[in-house]
């Protein structure tokens, strides 16, 4: 087995673009073309006995080549010699032998290893079996070759070094790199030596005890002083300076959780180290199909002093903590309280020192940081090169291998770590190799500030804005700056939008309907059609770990057949990265984005449609849901509040209004401000719905049989649904609906369903199905004209439409309606149940089947309907048990499935929040989430989930920098607040919580609190000392007064009285470095003076403090 | 549309790890050049400019985070140098040594004109510190580090201005916390709970004890943490195929929760961290066999303290032993990256891995559901009572598109968007269908991010979705 070389493959060592194949009896010297791509074959040099090789780095032969053979000799070969010998006939190639012997031994003697210097290319080392007499390592000097190849004889080649007493075979000899003195040699018996050249060649500089035979050597290009080698199954990682021990010794079992099986017999044929990055050792296993690469990592040494200084570094902290204790009494020296300026040295100095004195020792140690291996071969590989490249810090690096059938491949591995960074505004950072990729959308536009954003376009849109457009107004006019919109917006904008998103902005998508549907993409791959053309048999690139760049099968066994690649016919052809990317510009981050610097916000629900119906004209449910909010206003509502006989009616949905609602719990409080809404002496500004509102004499007429009623207040009907649900209604009677409606069946509930019914605000009436039949929505019109038995009218406007489709619908419908609903046999069931399912226009669906089935059940599942339509079939058609199955099964349909329309059938409520829970479960809008849930959290219920919905969309505002949005979110959501409470449909509240509290330093206890002022405790109390303990407050550095409190109801009196008491004056103020301070006056005017002296300030008041202060304010 | 900017030669070695700051303007590199490098964002034009870089460690940097904006411009780094180093930008537009929290350390940048100082470097570690985050803000300035030595780290500032003290909050070896462990009686809990181990928030007297007893502690994990792998024949120091990740839950709601994957076992802890309590296991994040997993919280405290006490070895039980039997069964794939999304709103937690066996696993994990009484961390006992329910978790996407060696996962701030890459050479994206269903959202060719790439490789059309 041993006397053949097995194939082998060597890489130019002056890293050319050129490599040799050695094994059998053949070396052949191919060059890669990387522009083609392709492998040339150049030359094939038989040589017989072959045992080792190496490859001058000589920089005048690119070719010179060391055969070593199992006869003892060593041939010195010009592979390309064979290709000019047609004019120069130098024969074979061959330019030197060197013999190791004296020719009489009749044993062979087997050449086990050869190294060519490289800092000396004429030095080579070679190492042999031992035989009497002969050293088994010689450096040989092969001449200094210079003029033709022809010039070097056999006797040019001279014993530099040897070493006869070594009395075993050497196995393997490397020369480290960047010296040409020192050379490792693998000595069976197990050891390494070192050798060097300059001293006396008796004596091994030093050597190592090894596990097992040395069977190779690898250098470290990164590290001249680092080496490794390999010897059955376990690699070693040697420092030159100090062979006592490895840095490092592994084996594949190092790898197990890499998913490598470790086997004791597992045998290492070869290792090298990367030449493009550092600290990367490649390794192969016999008889495996992959790679192994290994990342070495330098890291300091592990000093003994490490642990040590940490104990020190303990030892200070805890100095620092018993200091701390004990000084905590004390006002006068505030020094003593703060640790970091009563300690002199720095807690981690010694740590520090540690690390500076490492330094000076640079035997680090080395660290097995990583492993990964290339993609598994079809084939065992023999032998492998890592290909150099002259780029920094590649993405790639390439690996050329010989497998076992003789095929050469080369490979990129992505071998780079990479990484990938999301910015907050949704930008992606892909960190590989040396450089940075950076994805995103930037708009380069300056952020649009929440009062520049002008919100009232009006064109085109019809509604029933005047109610929030007047609540706007009326807010803006406390605030004399919100309109004024800066000269860079507004301007080009006709319909009031900012210039934020230009015509090709991305579509942004949302909802349930919106399907990422995963898009074509460019990549940058391999050259597929070379390699198909190539190794068919090869696996495709589309997943393959490495991408298969030249790949190119070249048979062993021919000699001289020169193999060129097909040139790609794309080359040349090179494209722009074309980045498309669904996940992007379909993001919801993006999307969320774009809407805040819209407008999109609670204060002007007009506008938010508007936004809504924009980004996502397709799909409604979101609109819709808007428009339910601002629709649901004035129909819940008889006035400011949304109160109707002590109910609340506020954003209820379907089912709450179907269900019925209870009384609130406050009954006073609500009694009180119930009367005061009727009688018109609200504080809120008047409303637009005013002048129709007072519905007390409309209610007062229906009595209620099934309520008691527990009046507790003026209002006779408190606590009255019907009586509520009626005042209601004829409200909305007199503005929309004309004359009484009748339901289709006969309903115990008449009330609940014209509530509901003008809450869902789907209007039928000749007008609709005159605009949807103009609109072209004939199936539309038709569907609603047979539901309400005009079937003659359906089969008019069907047969008017220009659409033959529709013309075809209106002859079945015709025909359907004629046979009617009792002759319809089995045959004609079954065909409209196939047409069913083959219609694409849902309201042809839902007509047929009902026709058909006269059923209204798979009407009612329809998904494709919008939810207010098929509320209002629902509410018009379905008896009252059908219909109270039907609610709550939709509620429920629509929490399973995250629909957000669910909101219309349940309403603001718990229930309504998990249907947005699992909205935001299924989008991620916590954008929406936490606007819809402002309308009722905190002033309607506590939900935490609310709170957590508000938190995030703060803190995605807050990363997006867009803070005066977040406190627009904010006002705005106060503001909901406030109208509710005045509206007297909310308890005032305390709804932030304290933020800022003052702690006296002697009893600990919080001094601004408010609870201790509460009365009979504030009389005996000093404003200058603390409420508990009665301990003066800390003094004022420059006027040496006691700084004070103002208890907070005493301020809130003095502010009831005067405007201008509660200035900044009598606030205080400390250093947090120092701990100075005193009233906000006197400091400001310390540091910032007024004027008298050219230069403030900048240092503490107090006498010897030099601490900065002014920076600390 | 979308735009690309390049940053072409950012290192002179292959970068490790970026993070962008809060508002992602800045963005801070490192690489195995030892070197922070900081860019800044020129908002009108969308270039990014060199601010400053600085030689940061004695050894190739692996992490690097971002603290977030309270708390001033911060950075902390992990390298295989065992430390994990805290720098602050300053300011030096006044003149020398005006602001007198800078006055400790500004020597560690290449001259006078470096605006990053180096505030404090923590040299607990015993091996290679792999990676760092900071707390969510809501629990102040800490931050979570692992080394390979197996030990999660929790630091917290103690003052805040200077930045230089950081308390080692807590240390805990993960592979000695019980994946999952029955319920003990409750007698051992209150034993359990009455010893004073913990010393998270409080500055006082009982630190001294805990710091020493943690130390001895740490000598002895120390010891039986790298007792598997002196199973394995050589020397030096040997960490390759581990994989040491954490990820902080971004919530506030749950206390300080980390998902903590810690050497070759492949199994992903969430750790919860509570000042009254010891750290206790969650739940294990395994990828067996089987598509869904779920586990109970470990109650029980009696067997999961294995850092603090001196019977650590003893209490690791039947739960260390199962993660030891790697050696022997060799399935387990060690995890390399692990990423908590970003909860939005929604009503369970995204946490992403990616593992060595090729695969980005996603996880769905649900905390206990809310109750109205626990709002937020005002009131830690509460919550800490509602923990009594369980989390859950199960594996709603496993993909196995790199086919080999998921370097990282990274969720987009919304949790809506991941990033994953891997050694294909691809930085693949996942996104969530309406249906609920995780799928391939598209993917990025590195090469197609570099439009200099010498000619042998060509742009060729493909179908890049699978």
Partial sequence: MSSKVEKQLIWHPRQENRFIVGGGSQINLYEWAPDVPEFRLLTSSEVLNMKCFAWSSDPHYDDLVAIGMNSGKIDLVRLEATKVAKNLSIGSGVVGHISTRNGSSSKACNINALSFSTANPSLLAVGSDKVRGDASFVVWDVGSISGTASNTKLGSASIVYQHSKLGDVVTSVSFLPDTPDIVAAGVAGSSIRLFDLRTSSEDARSAAQVQSKVDGFAVDPFNPSRFSSYGEGTVSVWDSRSLSQPLLAFTSKDASADGARFYPSDVFSSIEFSTVRSGVLATLLRDTNHVRLWNLKNAPPMTESAFESNERYHEATRETSRTRKISRMSWTTPANILPWAAQTEHPISPAMSERTSSNSNNTGSVVLANTYKTKSYNRSIMSFALVPSQQKAPLTSKIVLVKQDGDIEMHSMFDAPKHTAWSPRGDLAIGVGGQYTLVGIHDTQPVVEPWEIDMNDQNGHSGRDDKSLDRRSAGKTSKPHSRAPSPGFGRGDKDGFPALISSNAPRTKLGPSSSPVPEKLQVAGGLSSAKDQLTPESPSTGNSPTSILPTQRIPSSSKSQKIVAHANATRGRRRVPHWNIPAFDTDVTLTMRTRVLQGYGMSNVPHSIRLVEKSDADHSALSDVWKWINHSRSVLSLGPGSRVHGIDFAYQGVLGIWEGLETSRTPEFTGQLDSLDLAGTSGSPPLSQGELSPGLDLSSTVASPFFSTRSSSADAQHGNYIAALNALNSQSEAQTIKGMWKPAVHSAKLPHRKLALALVNFKIGDEEIARWEKEGKQAQAACWLLFTNQGARAIDILMRSKSEAHQMMSGTLAVLLQSGSSSKNHEMQSYCEKLVNRLQDPHFRILVSYVVFNDWSDVMEEQALPMRERLAIALRFLDDKTLTSYLKRLAEDCRKHGNIEGLLVTGLTPRGLDILQSYVDMTSDVQTAAMLSSFVCPGRSHDIRAERWIDSYHDLLDGWKLFHHRCQFDIDRGKLLQDDINAGDVLPMEWVKKQFLIKCNFCSKIVNSRRIHEPGTTQRRRATSCPWCGRALPRCSVCLMSVGIIPDSSRENDQLHTSFRDTLDDAFVFCQACRHGGHAAHIIEWFFGDGDESRPRRTCPVADCDCFCDQEY | ?466
């Fill in chain 2, 1 to 466: 549309m979308i735009q690309t900017a390049l940053i072409r030669n950012a290192h002179q070695d292959l970068v490790a790890d970026a993070a962008y700051d809060m508002y992602g303007l800045y963005l801070a590199t490192c690489g195995l050049d030892q070197r922070i490098k900081v860019w800044s964002l020129e908002e009108s034009s969308g270039t990014w400019n060199l601010e400053d870089e600085w030689k940061a460690h004695d050894a190739a940097i692996s992490k690097i985070d971002w603290a977030h904006a309270e708390f001033g411009q911060i950075i902390a780094t992990s390298s295989f140098d065992r430390t994990v180093r805290i720098w602050e930008q300053v300011q030096f537009t006044q003149e020398a040594n005006g602001n007198g929290g800078a006055s400790s350390s500004t020597s560690s940048g290449p001259n006078a004109t470096c605006r990053w100082a180096e505030r404090a470097v923590l040299t607990e570690a015993k091996g290679s510190v792999r990676a760092v985050q900071f707390a969510p803000h809501h629990f102040g300035l800490k931050l979570a580090s692992i080394s390979t030595d197996n030990l999660l780290r929790i630091y917290e500032c103690l003052e805040q201005p200077s930045l230089t003290s950081w308390q080692l909050a807590d240390e805990v070896d993960v592979l000695a916390l019980p994946t999952s462990a029955p319920r003990t009686s409750s007698l051992s809990q209150s034993i359990a709970t009455t010893t004073p181990t913990q010393t998270s928030l409080t500055l006082d007297g009982t630190s001294t004890t805990s710091l020493t007893a943690s130390l001895l502690a740490a000598q002895q994990q120390q010891q039986q943490s790298q007792a598997p792998q002196q199973n394995r024949p050589g020397a030096g120091v040997r960490e390759a195929d581990g994989g040491w990740c954490i990820a902080w839950c971004k919530d506030r709601y749950w206390g300080e929760v980390i998902a903590v994957g810690s050497g070759t076992s492949g199994v992903i802890r969430i750790i919860q961290f509570s000042p009254h309590r010891r750290p206790q296991t969650l739940l294990a994040l395994e990828a067996t066999g089987s598509n869904s997993f779920s586990s109970g919280i470990s109650n029980s405290l009696g067997r999961s303290g294995g850092s603090r006490s001196g019977a650590a070895g003893l209490a690791g039980g039947s739960g260390f032993a199962s993660s030891k039997d790697d050696d022997e069964h060799n399935t387990a794939y060690s995890v390399t990256s692990v990423a908590w999304a970003p909860s939005c709103g929604r009503s369970f937690h995204l946490i992403a891995t990616g593992s060595r066996d090729g695969k980005v696993r996603i996880w769905k994990v649900k905390p206990p559901p809310p109750s109205a009484n626990s709002s937020g961390f005002d009131d830690q006992d509460a919550s800490m009572d509602t923990l009594e329910e369980r989390w859950n978790a199960s594996l709603v996407g496993e993909f196995d598109d790199h086919k080999t060696h998921v370097g990282r996962v990274e969720w987009n701030i919304t949790g809506t968007v991941l990033a994953s890459s891997g050694n294909d050479g691809r930085v693949r994206l996942w996104k969530q269908t309406v249906g609920g269903i995780w799928r391939s959202a598209g993917h990025v060719s590195v090469e197609q991010a570099d439009p200099s790439l010498p000619g042998d490789v060509d742009m060729a059309e493909n179908t890049g979705v699978e």
